[in-house]
């Protein structure tokens, strides 16, 4: 079975472009970032790159119409705003998903509002190596579509090895995930990091190395992905 | 459990990543047990009177306020010369029952920085300390202070480099480290439990001061009054006079930094409360000479107290704090820390006779910040 590549960016003008070279490189959904100024789940790449963003005047109406504007480009991808509490209770927590969902959204991933909070609001869960058994099973039963699985206990952002974690966390979480897709995150930014990753789940996300490299275009994010793909390929 | 909401009427909750949520729960679970077990009061109550010098004393101030009756709670009297010491001794306790070793904290003004170290030091546990670049540059005696008790201060740069960043860096830092580390925050923000955590372990300012305020008057002040950047010395002080109807509640803030004042709901560093942020939700900046009130957001219990009516806020701009806070030192022969200082500067503005103020800590890390703004003045 084909793993599936989950690519992170933040909302900036050139968004929609890199999200298309993306797509085309072999990204099976995008992720993207709506910029907030305090993100405590974000390592330094995704963190400066957010006040850069902000900076240049990426608030939530602009981010909305770079999510339309990336739906116009890239067919029927799964896209998936990337965000934190704070943008949804100024904008209307029900107002924020419907909104959304209308300029091309496929889901919702809110880093800090878990599981069991917020019920009525249709999102893939985060999971983490730190997630008791009951957490997992409450996460599984109440995600949309997937789950994220957090590969360390930290934040965002490229780590030298593959998190030993990820193994333990695929395992507790399995028996409670029937036909629900794992895909790891956090900490994976290497095609071997990817490899490894996909071996024990159904997908890979990657984040701060996209933010990065998108930086030089999107030539270079697309060879970067194409990377990815390929190293996923071999584990499929 | 672990699905907390909102605590305080529509503020509170627990707005964080899912890796800290089995530590959140973790940590609910043993302070219910410690408010249950008889040896942990009696251990805190103990360090109180015997290490920090509790109970602080009240002191008349009758040449700061002539013709009234004006009390400060003396919580400058304190070990480390703040009330941030009662909260940074419980939840060290604290973690010493939850096994943890390694002890993070924030601090803004240096003064729960200081009680944290301390309290790491007089227990032996390894302290680490997340400060703001300009804030270690106004407080720089505290940041001797914290490396000389120990710690290790981490310089924050990154953003307004003060209270709010030094926060999101210390909860990085827990995110990072949450098997063997407790967050000591210091004040009462942050997800459940830690607002109502704090708010107990700081209500000892508050019991003391309504017992000591009824002996010396035999009746109850007409107000009450604290300043609020978090608002830990506030809730605290507050916390004993809640029931007693009679007794308007004031709280007053930095005007820079007002979050009661002109803040509006809004999620920060893991509650939502009332926040000085944007219409889109991004969090604006705070502006206060005091580094302990320089923070835009605010204990969600705050937020519903002046929801309901129960307490009131009031803004202190930056020049009113330092009348103040010349006034006390050359009429009372106490200098009070500015975030005091704002408490002081409202006295004046306040129609009633008898009065108590929350003297939450002593000025001497002031001085240079004071004496500059005070000479450079018309």
């Not at chain 1, 496929?106 to 999102?123: C, F, H, N, Q």
């Not at chain 2, 009061?41 to 009756?69: H, K």
């Amino acid at each position: 079975m084909r793993k599936a590549l989950v690519v992170y960016l933040v909302c900036e003008p050139e968004t929609p472009e890199l999200a298309r070279a993306a797509v085309e490189a072999g990204a099976d959904m995008i992720e993207l970032g709506f910029p907030f100024s305090d993100p405590l789940a974000d390592g330094p790449v995704i963190q400066r790159a957010t006040e850069r963003a902000l900076a240049r005047g990426m608030r939530t109406a602009q981010c909305l119409d770079c999510l339309a504007e990336t739906r116009a480009l890239v067919g029927d991808v799964p896209l998936v705003p990337m965000t934190y509490a704070a943008l949804l209770e100024a904008y209307g927590w029900e107002r924020f998903a419907a909104d959304a969902e209308a300029r091309g959204a496929t889901s919702l991933i809110v880093s800090d509002v878990p599981a069991g909070i917020r019920p009525g609001l249709r999102r893939v869960h985060l999971v983490a190596p730190t997630s008791t058994d009951e957490r997992l099973r409450l996460a599984a039963s109440t995600t949309d579509g997937w789950l994220y699985l957090v590969t360390v206990t930290g934040t965002t952002g490229p780590r030298t090895t593959l998190s030993s974690a990820l193994e333990g966390l695929v395992e507790r979480v399995r028996p409670h995930a029937d036909g629900i897709p794992l895909y790891a995150g956090f900490g994976i930014s290497t095609p071997e990091q990817a490899a490894a990753a996909a071996s024990l789940a159904d997908g890979v996300a990657v984040g701060s190395r996209p933010v990065q490299v998108a930086e030089d275009g999107p030539d270079a994010l697309a060879a970067y992905v194409a990377s990815l793909r390929a190293a996923l390929d071999c584990v499929a | 459990m672990t699905a907390i909401e909102e605590t305080f009427g529509p503020y509170g909750g627990r707005y964080v990543p899912e890796t800290l949520i089995p530590a959140l729960d973790e940590l609910s679970e043993a302070w219910e047990a410690a408010k249950r077990d008889p040896a942990f009061r009696s251990e805190l109550d103990e360090l109180g009177r015997t290490y920090v010098g509790r109970p602080s004393p009240i002191t008349r101030a009758d040449r700061f306020a002539p013709g009234r009756r004006v009390y400060l709670k003396r919580e400058d009297l304190n070990h480390t010369g703040a009330h941030k010491i009662n909260n940074a001794l419980g939840q060290v306790v604290l973690a010493n029952r939850l096994g943890k070793r390694r002890i993070i904290a924030e601090t803004g003004a240096g003064q729960h920085g200081v009680a944290t170290a301390t309290a790491c030091a007089r227990f032996g546990l390894e302290c680490v300390v997340y400060m703001g670049a300009v804030d270690m540059r106004r407080q720089a005696p505290n940041v001797e202070r914290m490396r000389l008790l120990g710690a290790t201060v981490e310089p924050v740069e990154y953003g307004t480099r003060t209270l709010k960043e030094a926060t999101s860096a210390a909860i990085r830092d827990w995110i990072t480290n949450v098997e063997t580390t407790h967050y000591v925050i210091g004040s009462c923000v942050g997800p459940a439990p830690y607002p109502e955590l704090v708010a107990e372990l700081q209500a000892v300012i508050g019991l003391e001061a309504r017992g000591q305020l009824l002996e010396a008057e035999g009746a109850l002040p007409d107000v009450v009054v604290a300043c609020v950047g978090g608002g830990s010395n506030a809730i605290g002080m507050f916390a004993a006079f809640l029931d007693d109807a009679a007794v308007r509640l004031v709280g007053v803030e930095a005007a820079g930094a007002a979050s009661l004042g002109t803040g509006r709901a809004a999620v920060l560093h893991g509650a939502r409360s009332s926040v000085l942020a944007d219409e889109d939700g991004q969090i604006a900046d705070a502006h206060s000479i005091s580094a302990g009130l320089d923070y835009p957001g605010v204990g969600p219990e705050h937020a519903w107290l002046r929801d309901t009516g129960r307490a009131e806020y009031v803004p202190c701009t930056d020049d009113e704090a330092l009348d103040a806070f010349a006034r006390l030192t050359r009429l009372e022969g106490i200098i009070p820390a500015l975030e005091s200082a704002h408490a002081l500067a409202v006295v004046d503005r306040i129609d009633a006779e008898y009065v108590a103020v929350c003297l939450s800590g002593r000025g001497d890390k002031d001085l240079a910040e004071a004496l500059a703004a005070l000479q450079s003045r018309p």
